[in-house]
Structures are given as structure tokens and as C-alpha cells.
């Protein structure tokens, strides 16, 4: 979608330390003007080192997110973070629904869609995850599992502002295995159907990401894809040279 402005989000998930954090200069170092004309550049970082970042990301070339927020503003949840919390140190948005936290924490749909709405709260973008099993792909199943996951995941009330979803294929994610450019158009057209058929001009405008082994060598050819916003990068996000790689795909 041409007047889609993509994002390419960087997950760094449970990686990183305080030495880590010229890697991330390194990438604001490295995006032109030209280049963050044209494309939003984020990354997720370790709750630790979120207003670090923020501090440093303030001439808009970057911006950074959290990787899951609790539900509930504040109270007696030891070791979690609120929405406002990601918020209070800079954060524009939060990863919710990861694949890793449906797994490791037992994270259903509904504990989702509460957490993107605490997002919302906040003031934060939405980061929605869905994507299927390897199992759930082979029996057929991929459509219509995601499309559950939507339905169950993003609340009322998203919009092309507050959300974006990230398609990310379980089996792809951290294995260096993709879809095929095929096979990813059409997940991303049934999500988008699903979501313009439920938010109308909202859906049409949603920014949907792809996730999963996304490197230097293949973002070119998945960014192409129709209705692929944008990526969700794991492990190539931790190395400037691999994320302005990635970025390099709108370029
Ligand atoms: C992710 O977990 O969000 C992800 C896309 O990981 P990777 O790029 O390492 O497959």
C-alpha cells in the first residue's frame, strides 16, 4: 500500500547491556534523512535500557518501544512494567502477543487484547503479534488460525494510528527459515481483508509487518511483497550494520 509509511522495528528481546548501546547509535549514525523520510525506524529494547535509548533517539531518525507491558496502570505485580511505565521512559510503543510470550507465559488472545489496550492507555503504539505454528501451517490451518488471533488480539477501537500488526510464523522466527514471498502475500491480504472488514478505513491503512528470519539478504524481496508494511527484525537487530541493511530495503 503506497501511502502506508512502513516501520522496520528491531526486537532485541532478553539482549543487551549498557556496552550494547553504540550499536544503537550506531544506527541513528546511520539513517539519512532521506532514509527516515521514508521509512520509521524502532527499536525494542530490554526494559533496562529503554530511557538510555530514549534520550539518545531524539533527533527522530529513531524511536524505541518495549517488548510487553502489563495490563493494569500500577500495583502489586512484582517484576512486571505498565504501559505508563514504558511511557515515563520514552517508549512510543510495546510489542504485545509475541510468539516468546504466548510460549514461555502461557499468554492467550484475551491477555493480548488487554495489553494493547493498556498500550493505547498509555499513549503507546500497539505492536500486535499472530502467527501460526509449523504444525498449524502443514495441516492448512495458517489462514485461519491468524485470522482467530485477530479476531481475538486487537480490541475495538484500533486504528492505523494506535496499532500495527506483526505477522511472524513461529517455525520462522530465530531458524533462518521464511515463507515464500507467495505465501506471505497471501496471509498479509486475508489480514488485511480481516481487518478493513472490521475497521474500514482504519484496516485499510494498519501497517502489517513481517517477522521472522527477516536479514539483509531477503528484505528486499519480502518488503516488495503486497501489503507488507514493514518488518519485525529479531536477531538482525542487534548489529547496526545488519539493521541499516534491513532498512536499506527503502532506500
Ligand atoms: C522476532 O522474534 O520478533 C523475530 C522476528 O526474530 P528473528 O528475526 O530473529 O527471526
New binding site residues.
Given amino acids: 500500500s503506497a501511502q502506508i509509511k512502513p516501520l522496520v522495528a528491531g ?1 532485541w ?1 532478553m539482549n543487551g547491556l549498557k556496552a550494547n548501546q553504540s550499536e544503537f547509535y550506531k544506527m541513528i549514525a546511520g539513517i539519512s534523512e532521506d532514509l527516515a523520510d521514508q521509512v520509521d525506524a524502532m527499536i525494542c529494547a530490554p526494559a533496562t535500557l529503554l530511557a538510555t535509548l530514549a534520550d539518545k533517539a531524539g533527533n527522530g531518525a529513531m524511536s524505541v518501544g518495549g517488548q510487553d507491558c502489563h495490563a493494569a496502570v500500577s500495583g502489586a505485580h512484582t517484576g512486571d512494567i505498565s504501559a505508563e511505565m514504558l511511557a515515563d521512559a520514552g517508549a512510543r510503543a510495546v ?1 504485545v502477543g ?3 510470550r504466548r510460549t514461555d507465559h502461557g499468554e492467550g488472545d484475551e491477555d493480548v487484547n488487554a495489553k494493547a489496550q493498556a498500550a493505547w492507555r498509555a499513549g503507546l503504539i500497539a505492536i500486535i ?1 499472530v502467527g501460526e505454528t509449523e504444525a498449524e501451517r502443514k495441516a492448512g490451518q495458517a489462514i485461519d488460525v491468524v485470522a482467530r488471533q485477530l479476531d481475538g488480539s486487537v480490541p475495538d477501537g484500533a486504528t492505523a494510528a494506535n496499532t500495527v500488526i ?1 505477522y ?1 510464523p513461529v517455525w ?5 527459515l521464511t515463507p515464500t514471498a507467495g505465501d506471505v502475500e497471501e496471509m498479509h491480504k486475508a489480514m488485511r481483508d480481516n481487518l478493513e472488514a472490521r475497521f474500514a478505513s482504519e484496516g485499510a491503512a494498519m501497517r502489517l509487518l513481517y ?5 539483509p539478504g531477503n528484505a528486499r524481496e519480502l518488503m516488495a511483497v503486497a501489503n507488507v508494511d514493514g ?7 542487534l548489529k547496526a550494520d545488519d539493521f541499516l541493511g534491513i532498512l536499506d530495503a527503502y532506500s
Fill in positions: 526486537n528481546k510489542i509475541h510468539s516468546e503479534c506483526a511472524e520462522a522466527i530465530g531458524t533462518g517477522g521472522g528470519s527477516v536479514k518488518a519485525l527484525v529479531g536477531g538482525a537487530s
